[in-house]
């Protein structure tokens, strides 16, 4: 008894040589033999474990850990564990009494780690489908071979429905954006719904589906894609802006409020790049001040003393559901036809998507926006010599309103320029001193 327990305590591996099978040809019939030895080690040791002497002999154990409504039903999560047999076994669950069997043979890498002569595959999660209301919800393992049916617990669950509920959390104005952000859930749908955001009476519909773990964490049958995060282009001035959460099922569409908001004009801020340079000048083409930081698409070096700033960028583009094929920041090299170095010689400059945002010299200013509604039909406009960029007023302006603590524009806009155009270049516009004071996390993502 005692060796087998050893055996099959320290694996499978270890047992099978033990057992000296490494020395005997392969077949089929010897394959089954090992197989039947094995089992016979699992429950020998099973048998002997302080787990099994814990519970009534052969009557399984476990946890029922979590019961939480969901759209239209409710969410059923634990473990068991038969000492009878390595196997999963089944578990009985009953909402007001009325029952259904679920099959227990989930992967659950923590109790295969803390019972490693069971292994990992016993966990359950279902879903069972409940009206709206409260419940009473049981779970109770079944017994196989040795020993009797185990309760597990019994726990009361609210299943929701009606209306959508939420949060209008902010509203910040910015460099000729706004940019609205908040989170909402609808009790009928099992995951993001739209939210319904007013400018000044105009309106658009925008997905409430970024990520939200402090909203999943209080509503855990819902998940955590709950969160909207809008930028709108706008014209300088305050505007009245209202957020609507648009309904699913039963209930019906819920306003979550009104904000007045001020925007400024679009990036008024530019510095001079020969200014920002002498600023950051220890850092130029210095590989030991960059690290490197995935930015978009990529990975690439960029200032350490600007990391926060790239975060940013990466988030408030990103939200705005811009999609980056290329990107690249740190290069040391001197801007085109001049002796002056580019901020990307400092790791300060990000260039992206070049083919779709190109570098225009001479050109006109101010830059033309592409009024396409389809990322691929503003493409079609930059080839066409239409417009000079595939990035939106609001997607420039989510990065241009990015401020520090003390309301700095943190990025300029090569599309900005008026001596020319660059519009994948977005450079840091303010000095390391400046930005080592902070980002103002209401513009930031
Ligand atoms: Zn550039």
């Known amino acids: 008894m005692a060796r087998s327990t050893s055996l099959v305590q320290r694996g499978t591996g270890k047992a099978r040589k033990g057992l000296s099978l490494r020395s005997i040809p392969r077949s089929p019939v ?8 094995l089992a016979l080690a699992i429950w020998l040791g099973g048998s002997l474990s302080s787990v099994a002497e814990a519970a009534p002999a052969g009557t399984p154990f476990g946890s029922f850990e979590a019961a939480v409504g969901v759209a239209g039903g409710i969410s059923v999560k634990g473990w ?29 890498a923590d109790v295969g780690a803390g019972l490693p002569l069971y292994g990992p595959r016993h966990g359950f999660s279902t879903v069972l489908g409940a009206s709206p209301g409260n419940h009473d919800v049981c779970v109770t393992a079944s017994n196989v071979g040795e020993g009797s049916h185990q309760p597990l617990g019994c726990r009361s669950v609210t299943v929701r429905t009606g209306s959508p509920f939420g949060n209008y959390e902010r509203a ?14 609808d009790p009928d749908a099992n995951g993001p719904i739209y939210v319904w955001i007013t400018v000044d009476g105009v309106g658009r519909h925008s997905y409430a589906g970024t990520n939200r773990d402090d909203v999943g964490a209080v ?25 609507t959460a648009s309904n699913v099922g039963a209930g019906s569409h819920r306003p979550l409020g009104c904000r007045a908001v001020t925007a400024s ?35 690439t070096p960029v200032n350490a003393r600007a990391v926060d700033a790239y975060a940013a960028l990466d988030r408030v583009l990103r939200a705005t559901g811009y999609t980056a094929g290329w990107t690249w920041a740190y290069s040391c090299r001197v801007i085109a036809g001049t002796d002056q170095y580019s901020l990307h010689a400092y790791g300060l400059a990000v260039d992206v998507d070049p083919t779709e945002n190109p570098h225009q010299s001479p050109t006109s200013w101010p830059v033309r926006f592409s009024s396409a509604s389809t990322r691929e039909g503003r493409a079609a406009d930059v080839a066409a010599g239409q ?18 603590v003390d309301g700095l524009q943190v990025w300029a806009w090569g599309g900005r320029w008026r001596t020319l155009l660059d519009t994948m270049h977005f450079q840091i516009n303010v000095t390391p001193e400046e930005l080592a004071r902070g980002l103002d996390p209401s513009t930031t993502g």
Not at 88 to 95: R, S
Not at 219 to 243: A, K, L, R
Not at 284 to 291: D, F, L, P, S, Y
Request: charged share 15%; proline share 5%; aromatic share 8%.
């Open 387 to 404: 417009a000079d960029t595939v990035f939106t007023p609001a997607q420039a302006g989510a990065v241009e309103s990015i401020r520090t």
């Open 172 to 185: 910040v104005g910015g460099a000729g954006v706004v940019t609205v952000s908040g989170w909402t859930i």
């Open 80 to 108: 068991t564990i038969d000492p009878s047999t390595a196997d999963p076994i089944y578990v009985w669950v009953t909402v007001d009494g009325v029952g259904r069997h679920a099959y227990a043979d989930k992967t659950r």
């Open 219 to 243: 509503f855990p049958g819902y998940g955590s894609g709950h969160g909207f995060w809008s930028t709108i282009s706008v014209s300088p001035g305050t505007h009245q802006v209202c957020v």
């Open 265 to 299: 004009p679009a990036s008024q801020d530019l510095r001079a790049t020969s200014t920002l340079a002498a600023a950051w000048a220890s850092d130029r083409c210095e590989t030991g001040a960059m690290v490197n930081r995935r930015v978009l698409s990529h990975s």
């Open 30 to 37: 010897i394959a089954n033999v090992a197989v039947a030895l």
